[in-house]
DNA sequence: TAAACATATTGACATTTTTCTATATGTGTG
DNA sequence: CACACATATAGAAAAATGTCAATATGTTTA
């Protein structure tokens, strides 16, 4: 599978979990510790803990120490980067996967 | 859960599968049936009935049967309502998600 | 340095997803 | 109507994901 797939699922995958999706919405308006964002969900830290490693690992949430909490916020370059490309794969152009033959480049 | 949560997962689930979102990728150049489609993947028949099938009920890819063979399409309108949605998400708004209190209504 | 607090990791279990083989259904053709 | 072709469904196995309790790690403060 060509990468351009593989690296965009990945993300989509990230939020594809309506309660992850829900953590970048709150996000949106600026950083959070983790402990605010676990009062807004009935799910236990370590839950939130790992959802918010599949978030930064996907490469749309930053994360930084303070003191003992961890904030989190959105990176935005990356989020732009995701509608960007999802708007050339909904919409027809120039070099298209259409005119593409067998994928050869397995998953 | 919120609804509008559960309802823009269940697409991004649809499309967080790499080849799931090539073969959207391939179809927004035009409907194709799905011989066609299939002859894009080393997958089997039943694989990509499974798929396509993932597609529809998200609602973001239309199927029509033209004698022994179904066509799909893309479904704009949802596409566009996704984009719409993750732009609300992804940027600060009026009413944001961020003034609001714990969520009371589980998934 | 010991205790308290915030977050991460481990290990287990249940659920969901992916993918296959085998088979069924629907449609056109000889 | 029998056969060929296109697609769908059923059932099973493997892999991935979501979630928890228990515990570990990192940080501040008494």
Redesign the interface.
């Known amino acids: 599978?060509?990468p351009i797939?593989?690296e965009?699922?990945k993300i989509?995958?990230a939020?594809?979990?309506?309660?992850r999706?829900?953590i970048?919405?709150?996000l949106?308006?600026?950083e959070l510790c983790a402990c605010k964002i676990l009062?807004?969900?009935?799910i236990t830290q370590p839950t939130l803990s790992h959802d918010m490693k599949v978030l930064v690992e996907a490469g749309i949430v930053n994360d930084r120490r303070d003191g003992k909490n961890i904030y989190y916020s959105?990176n935005?370059e990356k989020?732009?980067g995701?509608?960007s490309k999802?708007?050339v794969?909904?919409?027809?152009?120039e070099d298209?996967?259409?005119?593409?033959?067998?994928?050869h480049h397995?998953?």
């Open positions: 599978m060509e797939y593989k965009t699922s989509l995958k939020i594809s979990d309506a309660k999706l829900r970048v919405d709150m949106s308006c600026g009062e807004s969900f009935d959105l935005m989020l732009e995701l509608l999802l708007n794969m909904f919409y027809e152009k298209c996967i259409c005119n593409k033959k067998k994928d397995r998953m």
